[in-house]
């Protein structure tokens, strides 16, 4: 959010909205609230840190992000995010997760790619694709996602569980039924999600 109005707070108490960070190269990010206790928060931080450093240049937060508790307790719990021998383009799987958060909240409009609603999309619910990994959420209203659980993307192509994919979806609509959110359903496409800036006149 931007011009200093204080920001909505998160229609359910089972939500913590991301903090308002930029990086201007090395920075420590500004006050990260913890999404659960205190003890699973070490090595997050240190891994927001880490990314956070790599952006190189300041940005400041034009949208909102909300994560559930559920996703960072998935986050801290998998080794695979952390793993220094499985680094993507020179970095961990949990740092680009957490580029990507970055770049959700202060980029002009994220890439389409990157974003996609999943099917059938009557059900409105949301998979993001970081490196190797995959995010799943739902949209709280225009300009607003919010993630709710996590998986590899070698968990998702692993069919001896089922379909891991539909499993999370299942459990995001779960999520919100069981939190009595069905009302904050935002359930326009791409484009309605991220409208596009208008053009400034010549």
């Not at 307790?73 to 020179?90: P, V």
């Not at 409105?124 to 990994?133: C, D, T």
Request: hydrophobic share 35%; aromatic share 8%.
């Amino acid at each position: 959010m931007t011009g200093g109005a204080s920001a909505p707070r998160s229609p359910n108490l089972h939500l913590k909205r991301v903090a308002k960070y930029g990086s201007s190269g090395g920075e420590k990010p500004k006050a990260i609230p913890r999404a659960s206790s205190e003890q699973m928060c070490g090595h997050i931080n240190r891994t927001k840190k880490n990314a956070l450093s790599r952006i190189g240049r300041a940005r400041l937060p034009i949208r909102q992000l909300w994560i559930a508790p559920s996703f960072w307790e998935w986050f801290d719990a998998e080794e695979a995010l952390h793993d220094l021998k499985r680094k993507s383009g020179g970095k961990t799987l949990g740092e680009h997760i957490i580029q990507m958060f970055c770049d959700l909240r202060c980029s002009e409009r994220p890439g389409a790619g990157d974003v996609r609603k999943m099917m059938p999309t009557k059900k409105h619910v949301w998979k993001l694709h970081p490196p190797k990994s995959r995010l799943y959420g739902w949209a709280v209203r225009e300009e607003c996602l919010a993630i709710i659980y996590g998986a590899t993307e070698s968990a998702t192509k692993d069919k001896s569980d089922g379909n891991i994919s539909n499993k999370k979806r299942d459990e995001v609509i779960g999520f919100i039924k069981a939190s009595k959110l069905t009302k904050h359903i935002f359930m326009g496409d791409y484009l309605a999600l991220f409208p596009p800036k208008a053009k400034p006149s010549t």
